[in-house]
């Protein structure tokens, strides 16, 4: 039987976390099933360049190496969308695919499922039916967009296949459980603890909206000063540069790391009293280990998450920050099962096969068919 042939694209830290746990299914489809097999092919944007935001996350995982780095790098949003289009629409018609599949919310997810969709090859979306409901996100216009030209939507809870079902999306649903649950069941013996000999609270912070407006990063930041345990604060580029730009002084109870591995976020994480951030990843993460959060956010799209008690969505007023750390503190009461049994992606990999395998590379618009 002839291969299928998945094209993968990736382009930020999260997805190269939830990339790698299908691609590790696939390494197991392919070794358990003599005669079948699947190809994979990993197309990296650049969307995330540097070392410890990109190819940390390829040694840590494991992750296969990408058979293209497009180099995208950073840029506003028309640019990097369009760039990231006209280099993947050349990559699909040059490798020619049987799907591609996207993950998460990012521009190089829009522009993967864009670029596949218009030349009529079908998408697989990875986190889909997620909504904050809150449409001045980018990743909240990522999300409508990609979800509505998907051929196959891969949904973590039940709620995101309710959601997808009230915008008339029905055809093609998985309710498949979280990959990032996953992630964090296969990694978590591998993760590199701190040294630290005291408490701490780990806090990421990276969202547009938080770290290009100074005023809110300085209400964050002067919250963080009135926490009841120190602070561990892993530098995203973007809040770097706008901590240097503003020269902001940081309180010397906010302890400043370079961006972390995933096995050392995750150690991090295991070890912390609580999490505050504005990360959606993280969020989840910090529940998959029992430990409460706090998202400095409007709105947050893992809803169930507020719903158990998990996360506290409070915005990035001082007070109200502030007011939460109380609340952090306390142990988490339960975990209950949100989000699958940690085999999301080997169901992904599922029923891909089930959907694809007999199926022939699509005779793209432009191109011969073969």
Same mark, same amino acid.
């Given at each position: 039987m002839a291969p299928l042939t998945i094209m993968t694209v990736v382009g930020a830290r999260p997805q190269f976390v939830k990339a790698a746990v299908v691609s590790r299914a696939i390494a197991e489809y392919n070794r358990t099933r003599p005669g079948q097999s699947i190809v994979e092919q990993i197309v990296h944007t650049g969307q995330h360049y540097d070392y410890t935001m990109s190819q940390a996350f390829f040694d840590d995982m494991g992750l296969p190496s990408p058979v293209v780095n497009l180099g995208v790098g950073s840029g506003s949003h028309g640019v990097m969308t369009g760039t990231l289009l006209?280099?993947?629409?050349?990559?699909?018609?040059?490798? $020619?695919?049987?799907?591609?599949?996207?993950?998460?919310d990012t521009n190089s997810t829009l522009a993967g499922a864009l670029a596949a969709a218009k030349l009529h090859v079908p998408v697989a979306h990875v986190e889909a039916g997620l909504r904050s409901f809150n449409r001045q996100m980018p990743e909240e216009i990522n999300r409508i967009v990609t979800d509505h030209v998907s051929t196959s939507l891969f949904c973590p809870s039940e709620r995101a296949k309710a959601q997808l079902a009230c915008e008339g999306i029905t055809q093609g649903v998985h309710v498949v459980g979280d990959v990032m649950y996953d992630a964090v069941c296969y990694y978590r013996p591998k993760a590199i603890p701190p040294a630290y000999d005291h408490p701490y609270a780990l806090v990421s912070l990276h969202r547009a909206e938080n770290t290009?407006?100074?005023?809110?990063? $300085?209400?964050?930041?002067?919250?963080?000063?009135?926490?009841?345990?120190?602070?561990?604060?892993?530098?995203?580029?973007?809040? $770097?540069?706008?901590?240097?730009r503003a020269h902001m002084v940081i309180d010397a109870q906010i302890h400043?790391?370079?961006?972390?591995s995933y096995l050392a976020m995750l150690g991090h994480l295991e070890g912390c009293a609580f999490v505050l951030t504005d990360s959606g990843g993280l969020?989840?993460?910090?529940?998959?280990?029992?430990?409460?959060?706090?998202?400095? $956010?409007?709105?947050?799209?893992?809803?169930?998450l507020v719903e158990c008690g998990a996360n506290r969505v409070v915005g990035t007023e001082e007070?109200?920050?502030?007011?939460?750390?109380?609340?952090?503190?306390?142990?988490?009461?339960?975990?209950?099962?949100?989000y699958g049994q940690g085999d999301a992606g080997e169901r992904i990999v599922q029923l891909l096969v089930e959907h694809g395998v007999n199926s022939p590379p699509i005779s793209m618009p432009g191109t011969p068919a073969k």
């Open positions: 006209a280099g993947l629409e050349q990559e699909i018609l040059a490798r $020619r695919p049987h799907a591609v599949l996207v993950y998460g290009d407006d100074p005023q809110r990063l $300085r209400r964050i930041l002067a919250a963080l000063r009135a926490a009841p345990v120190p602070i561990i604060l892993p530098l995203h580029p973007r809040t $770097r540069r706008t901590l240097e400043l790391l370079t961006p972390l969020q989840k993460e910090a529940f998959f280990c029992g430990k409460k959060c706090i998202t400095v $956010r409007d709105e947050t799209e893992w809803i169930e007070a109200a920050i502030v007011a939460a750390f109380a609340w952090a503190m306390q142990p988490l009461s339960q975990v209950p099962e949100l």
